[in-house]
């Protein structure tokens, strides 16, 4: 799927630096576009090993006769025979991707390969990649993929690139009995096989990136509802081990409460067509694509823990929330290069607050996301490097919610800013956007100049600084510590009155009928406040 920029983008004055370019997407990812990924994988837990086929469906547009392209797959996972187009040709090996060969004609070609080999097992998953093989409390097997850090191309070959989705996905994991493979979308066939095996095929109707493809192998029961949407009817399907279903039926009520809350502040849930699925897992969670992997203990909280300090993330399941929060921002608003990250994760652990604003009110959503701030190390920027494809900070999670937040608090209306998120996922459904398209969005439907705010707080590890003083009747404001062209149209509370002041590195004058004895600083923009004695 190829990512295209919107008519009001291209026709809006350019108020950022032009979109970088990502050097990594080279001349042998570009040419081609990937059509459908039709990936059959079987585990052996006996040596933590893989093997499969996956047979691409690609678009060579006008390209014909030999033809370059790449294949991901990194060490010690290995392609061992590729067919393009029906005929065998040789792949070369380049470090952790194939160079492949053949002889391309105009539109739809078809690349068949094999591969097997020892993936990587982490020991920490989520955070490191890999296939976790472990087994259960009751002895049996239990397999779990997760590689948003490293990428699919760790336990599977493809594009592995997140500026090309493929169209639709089909996924046939191949078990013992009597285990279940719990893949993405709908299980659509289960076929006997020899040897006492199975094999389970899923079908993704809807553009998938590559690390939201999952695979997951277990002793699993399951159970059913049916969740009241925008669209109608979504189905839910809920995997688990039998030892935990009682405590599932009782946890899981969460993915109502959190397809309501979410849908209300963002639209319809994005992927109806492939359903909804929470699969219990060896680790604490993945937003895999309509699939979302669970593995937070059936504990509000986050393994039991506010994140805020505030008392408020103990009414959730954080792992339900946030990982169910990205089906709009990863899997249906998905970044062009893991350098802009902050959108999947800034936006989503932003839902978390949204979720407890809309069943506990404005409050209870502000004070959880300003709690998370005690968190936020400002080591680096949270906007990475593009010439790498790589993520910036782990602030990213909750200074881009505080970011968020702050913007939010500068729209200064409930219904606007609601439009606007809802409008965000509109314009950008299914698609793989950068940072500089949803800035651009935002300055255009916020109608604010939001350069030297994205540029302060995306670029740099600076926290603005508010520097204000009194003299007599007349309050004097400017921010330091910023980039250039920063502002912030500010609410503040001055002798227990609520003024409104647009502030910038100039300094400002707020002028009152009488002397000014107070200013209360307002927590929901994330600044530090100078006092200056005048």
Known sequence: MKAFLPLFLLLSSTLFAQEPKDPTYNQYRSWWDVVHYDLTVEAFPSDSSISGINVITLDAGSKVGMQTLQIDLQEPMQITEVKANEKIVLPKRVDDHYLINFEAKPGLNHLELKFNGKPHVPKIAPWESGIVFTKDKEGYDWIASACQDKGASIWWPCKDHPLDEADSVTVSIICKKPYTGVANGRLTTVEDLPDNKRKFTWKVTNPINNYGVNLSVGNYTYFKEDLKGEKGTLDATYYVLPRDIEKAKIQFMDAQRTIEALEYWFGAYPFYEDGYKLVQVPYLGMEHQSCVTYGNQFKNGYLGRDLSGSGWGL????????????????????????????????????????????????????????????????????????????????DMYFKGANIIHTLRTMVNDTEKWRSILRELNATFYHQTV??????????????????????????????????????????FLSFKNVEKGFQIPLKLTVNGEIHEITVGTKKAKLKLEKAVESLTPNPNYYLVYRKQYL
């Open 434 to 475: 950068s940072s500089y398209q949803v800035e651009q969005f935002l300055a255009e439907k916020t109608g604010l100049d939001l350069e030297g705010f994205f540029n302060t707080y995306l670029r740099t590890t600076k926290i603005p600084e508010l520097h204000y003083g009194f003299k007599k009747n007349k309050v």
């Open 315 to 394: 009414k959730f399941d954080f792992i339900i929330i946030h990982e169910s929060g990205h089906e709009w921002f990863a899997n249906s608003i998905t970044h062009k290069n893991r350098a802009d990250m902050w959108i999947h994760e800034g936006f989503t652990s932003y839902s978390e607050s949204l979720f407890l604003e809309y069943f506990f009110g404005d409050s209870a959503g502000a004070e959880y996301v300003i709690g998370t701030r005690s968190k936020i190390a400002n080591d680096k920027p949270i906007i990475g490097d593009y010439n790498a494809n790589e993520p910036g900070s782990g």
